[in-house]
């Protein structure tokens, strides 16, 4: 089945330490996703890509950086995690904007932990 | 500013009653609406969507939903819940074609009563 893949499942990292959290989709979509979502909280929009057109949301903080080498694959980096980024991070793609084409599908997130 | 308002945070239902989770929205143009699903730990699935056309759509999983443009609401309903319904569910809007930025509500968790 085609499918918005994300690994690993959980990540667990020291304050400051870099971390890079991994996504892959089988659907071939133009657009791929990253969101923050902390506990019992909305997810929050943090950058997509239209293929390799990167585009960063205007309040994301700079310790945030994104990749997307191919079509298939989008990697999330966190350059120095801080406590407050401890949250679900979820990757969802899209084969496009506007109607029709802007319905997203989600991947199962990576529960990232900093000690 | 757009925005999605879910004004219930907790909603509890017993097995077999019908349910409505209330969503209403801000948005300056023609929104584009949907409706997610989120169990414990895993990502969201998609329940159903309006873009135009009929008001009344219909969904996975027996859901459906109405969007009232005079209201600003599209609330979700379901005619008999399952235990298995029990989740956190989330609007939201969308709509630029410039942009595939989706603003999502607080959320509504639900749990089934059996």
Redesign the interface.
């Given at each position: 089945d085609a499918m918005?893949i994300?690994n690993p499942r959980y990540q667990v990292t020291q304050f400051g330490k870099p971390v890079t959290l991994s996504c892959s989709q089988t659907l071939n979509h133009n657009?791929m996703?990253w969101y923050q979502q902390k506990s019992?909280?909305?997810?929050?929009?943090l950058f997509?890509y239209y293929d390799k057109d990167f585009?960063n949301?205007a309040d994301t903080p700079d310790n945030f950086q994104s990749r997307r080498p191919n079509t298939s694959f989008c990697f999330l980096d966190i350059r120095s995690p801080g406590l407050g980024d401890a949250a679900m991070y979820?990757c969802?793609t899209?084969r496009?904007?506007?109607?029709?084409y802007?319905?997203?599908?989600?991947?199962?997130?990576t529960?990232l932990t900093v000690l | 500013a757009q925005s999605v308002t879910q004004p219930d945070i907790h909603i509890t239902v017993s097995e077999g009653a019908s349910l409505e989770l209330r969503c209403n929205y801000s948005y300056g143009a023609t929104p584009y609406l949907f409706w997610y699903v989120q169990s414990p730990g895993q990502g969201l699935q998609l329940l159903l969507k309006y873009f135009s056309g009929d008001t009344l759509v219909q969904g996975i999983k027996g859901f459906e939903a109405e969007f009232k443009r005079s209201q600003s609401s599209f609330n979700l309903r379901k005619p008999s819940v399952h235990w298995s319904d029990a989740a956190e569910y989330f609007c939201a809007v969308g709509g630029s074609s410039n942009t595939g930025k989706l603003i999502f509500g607080q959320g509504t968790t639900l749990q089934v009563k059996p």
């Open positions: 918005v994300q657009v996703y019992s909280q909305a997810p929050k929009l997509h585009n949301e979820l969802a899209s496009g904007f506007g109607p029709t802007n319905e997203q599908f989600f991947g199962p997130g529960r | -």
